[in-house]
């Protein structure tokens, strides 16, 4: 028997990854996460709007018009992206002073800085201050790829940063600060081994007829395995955000401790209550009352 199955691997990835998306916006909002960690929840959005885009509406506008649109949601990402960085760092190192925070600020930068100029070319400077629609389309490009280059650097920097000194300043492993930052220092890791073998295939290969199929082929492969690394990512994502911190979980049980014990009667008093009810001396008090003495209330009369 065969199954007529059309649809290809990127269909299956992106509605995955789409769902993942959403499950994950579910999890946030509806365990009262998004209230601790705003930047993430609205780079889960863009995410997830950016793919949406990628699938229902580039296909259906004009080519300038969809890639404008894609560009400028992707630059939204990249800043909206450094600010969870900022927020993650934030709620990791709450005790640093601003000394501490200047210096390993400029020190993540300048590693950032470095490999943003190894890594990938830059256009030459007419192109940067070109006037035409295209030239215009080609610097926005520039600027969400460098910028996703930049965010990945530090995100990887900040995760092993936080992961290395976390718990020293009350960030350890059960945190959920720092399990979004493994995330994102995963998928960021994933996205510089593309970037970088592909720019490599790039430099290193002659593309003939011969090797195109080849050539795609190994592009399309690393691409898949990048959003495979993505979802499984959104997937830790989910199920670490879902469970509780130890502490948060730990102030439930003593506040209903200790309501309870503010209700319930002291249990001596319930003892002596019960005792006085119950002593034999009292029941018989009850089943076989003594008769009055009338002698002695006649001669009280008289």
């Known amino acids: 028997m065969h199954f007529n199955f059309d649809y290809s691997a990127t269909q299956i990835l992106w509605t995955l990854t789409f769902a993942a998306t959403l499950v994950l916006l ?7 996460r998004a209230k601790r960690f705003p930047w993430f929840t609205a780079s889960v959005a863009t995410t997830g709007l950016i793919l ?46 601003k000394l501490g925070w200047i210096i390993g600020t400029l020190a993540m930068l300048a590693v950032g800085a470095a490999v943003l100029v190894k890594l990938g070319p830059w256009p030459a400077w ?24 930049l965010s990945s650097v ?18 350890g492993w059960h945190c959920h600060a720092q399990r979004i930052a493994i995330g994102l220092s995963t998928a960021a890791l994933g996205q510089l081994t593309v970037h970088g073998t ?29 959003n495979v690394l993505f ?18 979980a730990s102030e439930v049980p003593e506040e209903t401790a200790s309501s309870g ?24 008090a009850v089943e076989n009352p003594e008769p009055q ?10």
């Not at 579910?26 to 009262?32: F, K, S, T």
């Not at 296909?59 to 909206?80: A, F, N």
């Not at 389309?137 to 910028?147: E, I, N, S, T």
């Open 52 to 97: 949406l885009t990628e699938q229902l509406l580039l296909s259906r506008l004009p080519h300038m018009t969809g890639s404008e649109i894609y560009w400028t949601l992707s630059s939204l990402d990249v800043v909206i992206g450094l600010l969870v960085l900022v927020e993650l760092a934030r709620r990791s190192f709450p005790g640093l002073g």
């Open 26 to 32: 579910v999890v946030l909002l509806g365990r009262d």
């Open 154 to 171: 530090l995100a990887i920097e900040l995760g092993l940063v936080i992961t290395l000194l976390g718990r020293r300043f009350g960030a």
């Open 198 to 226: 592909l720019q490599a295939i790039g430099l290193h290969t002659v593309i003939t007829p011969s090797n195109y199929d080849r050539v795609i082929g190994v592009r399309d492969k690393l691409i898949h395995g990048d």
């Open 231 to 248: 979802l499984c990512v959104t997937a830790w994502w989910i199920a670490s955000l879902w469970i509780d911190e130890p502490g948060a």
């Open 126 to 149: 007419k192109t940067l201050t070109a006037t035409s629609e295209l030239e215009t389309l080609g610097v926005m490009q520039l600027a969400a790829d460098k910028g996703t280059l």
């Open 261 to 284: 014990e503010g209700e319930a009667a002291p249990p001596e008093a319930q003892s002596d209550g019960d005792d006085e009810a119950e002593s034999p001396e009292a029941l018989e």
């Open 293 to 302: 003495n009338e002698s002695s209330g006649t001669h009280a009369q008289n």
